[in-house]
């Protein structure tokens, strides 16, 4: 089955997820810290917004993402999945086109280094969090693609807002 690019990037952030929960239950004491990073605005803001009603694919990923990084990030306070720029995203190279060799990702490669940023605290790391994120309209578009539409009462009409609702609210009697 194909998914939506945003459906690939939420199921990354899942395998994400899964695997540092893994590793973490492998490695005990070892691990100091886990932070989870993802460079799409759209699979972050469906993880982090727990008011949208989300369609069951979606839904249901969300569920485990949040349930799996809270059991290997007990919650006192942010929920940690932070935005990242692509550029600075070394899992793109193994995952876009790029013009690089199987030498280039070797023992000592930025692949298994990472980047100088990733060894910095948490505060100075180039990322973003969920609270000062700014979608465009096109990813507002995408991100709602995977809610149910929002039913709101007024005194005497059900109005439907969401996907594909034009700006005029569709009103029907409820014989109030």
């Known amino acids: 089955m194909k998914f939506s ?17 893994d590793v973490a239950l492998a ?19 469906w993880c982090h917004n727990l008011n949208k009603k989300l369609r069951l694919f979606v839904f249901n990923r969300v569920a485990e993402v949040r349930r799996l990084i809270t059991e290997v ?3 006192d306070g942010e929920f940690p999945l932070f935005h990242i720029d692509g550029k600075e995203n070394i899992a793109d190279l193994l ?16 692949w298994n280094t990472g980047k100088e940023w990733m060894k910095s ?19 507002e578009v995408s991100i709602n693609e995977e809610c149910f539409p929002e039913a709101f009462l007024t005194a005497n009409s059900i ?6 609702v034009s700006t005029t609210p569709i009103a029907m009697d409820v014989g109030l």
Do not use: W
């Not at 459906?7 to 929960?21: G, I, K, P, S, Y």
């Not at 973003?128 to 994120?133: A, F, H, W």
């Open 5 to 21: 690019i945003p459906r690939n990037e939420l199921e990354a952030v899942r395998l994400m997820a899964e695997l540092a929960n």
């Open 27 to 45: 490695l005990g004491n070892m691990v100091e810290e886990i932070l989870f990073f993802t460079d799409s605005t759209i699979a972050m803001s």
């Open 73 to 75: 990030c007990p919650q």
């Open 95 to 110: 995952t876009k086109t790029n013009d690089i060799s199987p030498k280039e990702l070797g023992l000592h490669s930025i």
């Open 121 to 139: 605290p948490l505060e100075e790391m180039p990322i973003t969090r969920y609270s000062d994120i700014s979608v465009t309209p096109k990813e």
């Open 159 to 164: 109005h439907i807002v969401g996907k594909g």
